[in-house]
């Protein structure tokens, strides 16, 4: 199946310092993306969809100044944890899917466990 | 408000028993239901249903689609201490402002002692 790479696996940062997650389709092109965020023991629950060339879409609830998402091209998209607090950290993943959206599975990257101390 | 339920919770059975897993929805505008299971770390894809009463197979499980009904369940039989995991019941929706946004439910945390 499609290939969808996450970087980094895991990141610890100070609070009030900024984190960057790419998310990367490997073999296929990927107009949309979107990211999520599990808490502990919890589901995961869509923060934005990530739209190549455009703005992304978040929903209710997401703060779109403190989780900055660009999408500059159709294999890469990025999320960026402004001014991080302890608050913010959490298991963060992306996933894309390759062709029509409708009729395909969406892939996920490996997830980003985000610490801030 | 689209919303995603899975039955039941977290579940423990023994190895070679048979598990049911369910999973129920609300929502509007759907166009298929994904199953995934989560080890540690990413989900990894199951099945994906979009039309009713047709079962899809695979080793050891299977799962089928009710749209009647708003629900789909996942079987697994003979299960092995490597199904231990959690699994995710996702609905895709069309529309709205997250164009094929994904749905989850709380997920059903699998426990499968030997």
């Known amino acids: 199946g499609a290939v969808v790479s996450q970087h980094p696996s895991r990141v610890i940062c100070k609070s009030g310092t900024s984190v960057k997650i790419e998310c990367r389709s490997l073999?296929?092109?990927?107009?949309?993306m979107f990211w999520y965020r599990q808490f502990p023991k919890k589901s995961l629950m869509l923060m934005a969809t990530?739209?190549?060339?455009?703005?992304?879409?978040?929903e209710q609830g997401v703060e779109k100044d403190k989780f900055l998402i660009n999408h500059a091209s159709l294999t890469l998209s990025t999320l960026t944890v402004t001014s991080a607090h302890p608050e913010d950290s959490s298991f963060y993943i992306c996933?894309?899917?390759?062709?029509?959206?409708?009729?395909?599975?969406?892939?996920f990257g490996q997830g980003t466990r985000l610490t801030v101390v | 408000e689209d919303k995603v339920v899975q039955s039941p919770l977290s579940l423990v059975v023994h190895e070679g028993d048979t598990v049911t897993l369910n999973c129920s929805y609300e929502?509007?505008?759907?166009?298929?239901l994904l199953w995934y299971k989560q080890e540690k770390k990413a989900p990894t894809f199951l099945f994906m249903l979009?039309?009713?009463?047709i079962e899809k197979k695979s080793g050891r499980l299977s799962s089928i689609l009710d749209k009647k009904e708003l629900f789909s369940i996942l079987n697994i039989t003979a299960t092995q201490t490597g199904d231990s995991a959690v699994y995710l019941c996702?609905?895709?929706?069309?529309?709205?402002?997250?164009?094929?946004?994904?749905?989850f439910g709380q997920g059903t945390i699998l426990t499968v002692h030997p």
């Open positions: 996933s894309a899917s390759e062709g029509a959206i409708w009729n395909t599975e969406a892939f």
């Open positions: 073999d296929f092109q990927a107009t949309t």
């Open positions: 990530s739209n190549e060339g455009s703005k992304a879409t978040y």
């Open positions: 929502v509007t505008n759907f166009r298929s």
């Open positions: 979009t039309s009713s009463g």
């Open positions: 996702a609905v895709r929706v069309a529309g709205g402002t997250s164009y094929g946004k994904l749905t």
